[in-house]
């Protein structure tokens, strides 16, 4: 019986391909975990302390509410979903204008730095989409929310990801983005 080399070259070549892509990833992690750390520390400072407060007073994880800020947002107070597309602006003025224009035409807007749903809770609340808007409001909604799951569901992954979606196939790749996220501030704190 002969023995077949080319399994074996396909994985020295893998091996190769692996080597060959580990410094690329690790400078993307290094890259992501100083923007995180970046935004969250040094230019947000001001929502670093109303995360703070606001984990205080609805009782959740800190780390958790900035990840999964980080991960619906990419800490920007005025961006918005609008079915699966986002969009970034740059004050709160032109972020009114445009989800005004939205709400009329979609049925899923996301708003803010939680990405808070207007036709699910903006309207269940009774809140404008200026107050959605408001850092501050956003954060406290996005925390009662997931305050909202935890009750129901406990304190899980899997409940982290129902911020994002009710389906557990479809919030699998969320909550790992959420969970990596909290890793890398759990490093840095």
């Given at each position: 019986?002969?023995k077949?080399?080319?399994?074996?070259?396909?994985?020295?070549?893998?091996?190769?391909?692996?080597?060959?892509?580990?410094?690329?990833?690790?400078?993307?992690?290094?890259?992501?975990?100083?923007i995180?750390?970046?935004?969250?520390f040094?230019?947000g400072?001001?929502?670093?302390?109303?995360?703070?407060?606001?984990?205080?007073?609805?009782?959740?994880?800190y780390?958790?509410?900035?990840?999964?800020?980080?991960v619906?947002?990419g800490?920007?107070?005025?961006?918005?979903?609008?079915d699966?597309?986002?969009?970034?602006?740059?004050?709160?003025?032109?972020?009114?204008?445009?989800?005004?224009?939205?709400?009329?035409?979609?049925?899923?807007?996301?708003?803010?730095?939680?990405?808070?749903?207007?036709?699910?809770?903006?309207?269940?609340?009774?809140?404008?989409?200026?107050?959605?808007?408001?850092?501050?409001?956003?954060?406290?909604?996005?925390?009662?929310?997931?305050?909202?799951?935890?009750?129901?569901?406990?304190?899980?992954?899997?409940?982290?990801?129902?911020?994002?979606?009710?389906?557990?196939?479809?919030?699998?790749?969320?909550?790992?983005?959420?969970?990596?996220?909290?890793r890398?501030?759990?490093?840095?704190?």
């Amino acid at each position: 019986m002969t023995k077949n080399k080319k399994p074996s070259n396909l994985r020295f070549k893998a091996r190769n391909r692996a080597k060959t892509y580990f410094p690329i990833r690790l400078f993307l992690k290094l890259s992501l975990m100083g923007i995180v750390c970046l935004v969250l520390f040094k230019s947000g400072s001001a929502y670093a302390d109303t995360f703070k407060r606001v984990a205080k007073a609805t009782g959740i994880n800190y780390k958790i509410l900035v990840s999964v800020a980080y991960v619906e947002s990419g800490l920007n107070p005025y961006a918005v979903d609008v079915d699966g597309k986002a969009y970034f602006y740059r004050n709160k003025r032109k972020a009114v204008m445009a989800v005004k224009r939205y709400v009329r035409k979609y049925s899923s807007v996301d708003i803010g730095l939680m990405q808070v749903n207007y036709e699910i809770w903006g309207r269940y609340l009774n809140l404008s989409i200026r107050q959605l808007l408001n850092p501050k409001t956003n954060i406290l909604i996005g925390a009662f929310i997931l305050r909202h799951y935890i009750r129901k569901y406990g304190y899980s992954w899997k409940t982290i990801g129902r911020y994002h979606s009710a389906e557990n196939w479809s919030n699998y790749n969320y909550r790992n983005r959420v969970k990596y996220v909290y890793r890398l501030l759990g490093k840095n704190k």
